[in-house]
């Protein structure tokens, strides 16, 4: 990405600061171990490329269904990095990732696309 694109582009750090990607799903099991090791996978490829952070997820007492949260400076490289993971997951259903492009709270854009 050129200078300008950076300074400029609709989306870039520069103009919207920290940006978000909240991934929900189905999950469907009270067992949480894989959820863990995902979520151990996920903080491996962002930390290792530097795309940005993993923050943890969370989960419904009853295993139905989950969000995961990852944070940096940009939410489609974060999607880019992370989706073949979440994809590849085979207990994960009915994926939905809401990419925001800011700050929370500052009326950043937002995009939410099914992913799974």
Not at 21 to 40: C, M, Q, R
Not at 53 to 73: C, K, L, Q, V
């Amino acid at each position: 990405m050129g200078w300008w694109s950076r300074w400029f582009g609709k989306r870039g750090i520069a103009e919207n600061g920290e940006h978000a990607v909240i991934v929900s799903f189905d999950y469907g099991s009270p067992d949480t171990a894989a959820l863990a090791e995902l979520g151990e996978q996920l903080r491996a490829a962002l930390g290792d490329s530097g795309d940005g952070e993993y923050d943890g997820h969370e989960i419904a007492e009853n295993g139905s269904d989950g969000t995961f949260f990852m944070y940096g400076p940009d939410a489609d490289r974060i999607l880019a990095r992370v989706r073949p993971l979440l994809e590849g997951h085979g207990q994960l259903r009915h994926l939905t990732a809401r990419l925001r492009y800011g700050e929370a709270g500052r009326n950043a854009p937002e995009t939410v696309l099914e992913i799974g």
